[in-house]
């Protein structure tokens, strides 16, 4: 199956190794309207979304639901065939230690439709106070798995962020374990483009021309939650992923810690020999002692609830 892909830089032209594909970008106003029409009419959550409301553990100030990688996967693929769009946020210390200062900041989060860990640390929050998630769901990780039910559903996907030619690179892995899947654009913003409206605009404008049914934002929080925002309002039918270094990781541009690292909790630390200079302060001055207050007050909490 033949895929479409826009250039992850200031332009827009067909990405080196992906065949383009007729007409895709200007997709379709009828499915914007249909689309819009049933957001309309399923304003009340159905019965399964307000199960899974009630089911919601609050860690931190930020409530978590708590499923599996699978489960993240079977509502979004639902939603999509229901004409429903989202919002999938996997926070993780750093977004916890930002949402519980930052009002605004927490708003977004609490705004999405599907919040899962993405920090150990909030995992094991969560078990401390006796309100258990099953475990990690990162957006590293839904890359894939999304990528692989959008191939197989033929729902058009978009990359939107990481350092300059990682969404283009991103792609081509992604077509390449998942040959169905079409790519209906890529691009990396320019630095600042929030601050300036043109800017913004024009990516704001690339994104909804493609039409995509699902879009990885890898912005980093709040930056790519406050963009989801606006576009939501023009793609209703379409599910956004807030993934922060995903698209980079599935382009091979950066490296993920090994496995074990991963479940012991100690991403972080690979992550911080990797990038001294720029993680220092956020992860050992910001993050880390965010991180022992709030297991600590969770033990606590725990203990004598």
């Avoid at 019965?47 to 409530?63: D, E, F, M, P, S």
């Avoid at 039910?149 to 690179?169: C, S």
């Amino acid at each position: 199956m033949s895929t479409e892909h826009r250039a992850a830089s200031s332009g827009h032209g067909p990405v080196p190794g992906l065949p383009a594909v007729a007409g895709q970008a200007g997709a379709p106003v009828a499915r914007r309207r249909a689309a819009r029409a049933a957001s309309r009419r399923r304003r009340r959550p159905d019965r399964a979304t307000r199960r899974r409301l009630r089911r919601r553990v609050h860690v931190a100030g930020v409530a978590l639901d708590p499923m599996t990688e699978g489960e993240v996967v079977d509502h979004v693929v639902a939603a999509l065939k229901d004409g429903r769009g989202g919002h999938l946020v996997t926070p993780n210390v750093d977004i916890g230690r930002i949402a519980a200062r930052d009002p605004r900041a927490r708003a977004l989060v609490e705004g999405a439709d599907i919040v899962v860990a993405d920090g150990m640390p909030l995992v094991w929050a969560a078990r401390l106070l006796g309100t258990p998630v099953p475990g990690r769901v990162t957006g590293a990780d839904l890359i894939w798995s999304l990528s692989e039910a959008a191939a197989f559903y033929r729902h058009p996907v978009y990359l939107l962020g990481g350092p300059k030619g990682a969404p283009a690179r991103a792609a081509r892995e992604l077509v390449a374990r998942h040959p169905a899947l079409t790519v209906a654009g890529t691009h990396t913003p320019p630095y600042g483009f929030e601050d300036d409206p043109e800017s913004h605009a024009r990516v704001r404008d690339a994104v909804i021309a493609a039409a995509p049914r699902l879009v990885f934002v890898g912005l980093g929080f709040p930056k790519q939650e406050r963009l989801i925002a606006s576009l939501r309002r023009d793609l209703p039918g379409t599910w956004f992923v807030g993934c922060g270094s995903a698209i980079a990781f599935a382009a091979g541009t950066a490296r993920r810690a090994p496995r074990w690292m991963r479940r012991a909790g100690l991403e972080w630390l690979f992550r911080l020999a990797g990038e001294p200079a720029r993680l220092s302060r956020r992860y050992l001055v910001d993050d880390l002692p965010y991180a022992i207050r709030l297991l600590v007050v969770s033990l606590v909490r725990g203990l004598f609830s």
